[in-house]
Nanobody
């Protein structure tokens, strides 16, 4: 079961750190992805971290967001800096490295991030 947390309301330029718990003995062997869904829009890929720590980001967040993971806590993190109003969305994590969220059948609980201008 996937559960994201850490969302909230922040002013533009602010920061938030999201966490996503992904229980399971295979956590350290799999990549993890972050995704988001803004109001009225389709879910989109934010970034992924592979099992060996390689990270990719969507161009829209590159240089502002940082993904990390803790294999002992089976948790993946999303540090978001210099937030913009267009970052407002519900954020989710998921197992795997796909950039196409439509390919994922299961979604756990997301966390809402609201960035005010």
């Amino acid at each position: 079961q996937l559960q994201a947390s850490g969302g909230g309301t922040v002013q533009a330029g602010g920061s938030l750190r999201l966490s996503c718990a992904a229980p399971g003995s295979t956590f350290s062997f799999i990549g993890m992805g972050w995704y988001r869904q803004a109001p009225g829009k389709q879910r989109e890929w934010v970034g992924t971290i592979t099992s060996d720590g390689r990270i990719d980001y969507a161009d829209s967040v590159k240089g502002r967001f940082t993904i990390s993971r803790d294999n002992v806590r089976t948790t993946v993190y999303l540090q978001m800096n210099n937030l913009k109003p267009e970052d407002t969305a519900v954020y989710y994590c998921n197992r795997g490295e796909t950039r196409l969220p439509g390919r994922l059948a299961y979604w756990g609980q997301g966390t809402l991030v609201t960035v005010s201008s």
